[in-house]
């Protein structure tokens, strides 16, 4: 029972002792490394097959049709079959292209995406690496998606390719500063940049339920998800790369396996956004008899992670797009100023001489206020301006 | 702790390769049958007149300043967010100094026009 309750972290301590019975400590370290970080990446590609035909068939349902149901059971396979049909096709390199930064732009767009994967603490232990900065890696490593981003769109010497990858970067540039704010909202309550310990913060009280930071700072999570969706550029921020629109934008001219990397990078970033807001705000793999069978925690990490995704196709199929002044207007005018006022109120509420419950029904409270007063301004702005184009024709 | 970023390190190995070998894989098992139609810039029906690198006016740069103050900022006060719960009433002055200077600073540039989107 014992080894059942922890399985596998018992299966990796019980792996590394019996391997350390004939070979020296280093020998062992690089083989637990190597193995853990191919057990991610295979774990995370998994994933995304899955992910990928979750959101063919919920979109499909969401617009009445059935969607992929021909390859395999419920055309499960499908993704595997496109996989493999991308694999066969034709490397074309555009004659202008600048061949070294065209193609390093899609490997560098997947590299990105799988190293945020090193930090994610999917159960109790099992972690690629606990950084003590975990938070700040996270936000670094997902900054060199953008140069990828920008590379592939001056590369491909095309001029959809080139606005769409300055307005790609504008977006990116713009929806950054929310994300951090946000995300250092929750180090600011947890006092800890490292991701098992801001788990572990969340943990206590009835289930291991009510100590979760959506439960403290529930705007601060709306701030993160809204950012994260312009992040990965995905509706209602998808105009930069809007299919029907203007060709797929930074990357109309890859073809094949290149086009498949950004695909696959795009997906990898759901997830992977996915997983640290679990991890920040949904209490990551806390909840119900953790504490007694830690294994139960990875059960838990992966729900609310593909619940969170879930949501994110959700809202695929159901909103129109943004225009892209109303997009920046969103970060700057509205998310940045309003994270800003929610960290100063986070950081007052916090030195109150109060016991905890308190100040969380307080940080409660001021998260409604601020969200209500948010959501009116966004209100009057919105009539104003329909009475204005009432008054004035198209404005 | 140095073994933790010798994790990074494998898995960065490890992620760079399998994202290059995808690569080679496709190279391999595609067909190579290149010709200048094929190869031409894909813009639309009509012949590409010009390169796409000519000078062109960002409308982002004045974001991209504004960005760079803040993400300075934030940067700033993470180390802050870490250390806030050892630290006096002190730091929380001094922390709503910084972030109120920052917003008037924000707030200057939003009447300034420099947050509109043109």
Known sequence: MEFVGDFFRNLGIAFSNWLSGFLPAWAVLLIDYTLGGLILLVGILVAVLLVIWVERKMIARLQDRLGPNRVGPYGLLQTVADALKLLTKEDIIPEGAEPISFNLAPVLAVFATIMVGAVIPFGVGIIG???NVGVLYVVAIGSVGVMATLMAGWSSNNKYALLGGFRVVAQLLSYEIPLVLAMLIVVLLAGTMS???????????FLNIPN???FYVPLAFIIY???ALAELERTPFDLLEADSEIVAGFFIEYSGMKFAWFYLAGYINTILLSAIATTLFLGGWQGPFVDRFPVLGVFYFLGKMFLVTLVIFWIRGTYPRLRIDQLMDLAWKILVPLA????LLVAIVVKLPTPPIIQQVILLVG???LLLAALGYVGRHLRLTAERQKLGGRL | MLSKYAFIGILSVIAFGFSVLGLLVAWLLGPKKPNPIKQSTYECGVETIGEAWVQFRAQYYIFALVFVVFDIETVFLYPWAVAYGRLGLFALVEAAIFVLILF???LYAWRKGALEWQ
Request: proline residues 0%; charged residues 5%.
């Open chain 1, 212 to 214: 979760w930071y959506i």
């Open chain 1, 340 to 343: 800003l006022i929610l960290l």
């Open chain 2, 104 to 106: 008037a600073g924000l």
């Open chain 1, 195 to 205: 991701m098992q310990s801001l788990v572990k913060a969340q943990g206590g009280g």
């Open chain 1, 129 to 131: 690496a606990d950084l």
């Open chain 1, 225 to 227: 998800f809204i950012s």
């Open chain 1, 367 to 369: 998260n409604i206020v």
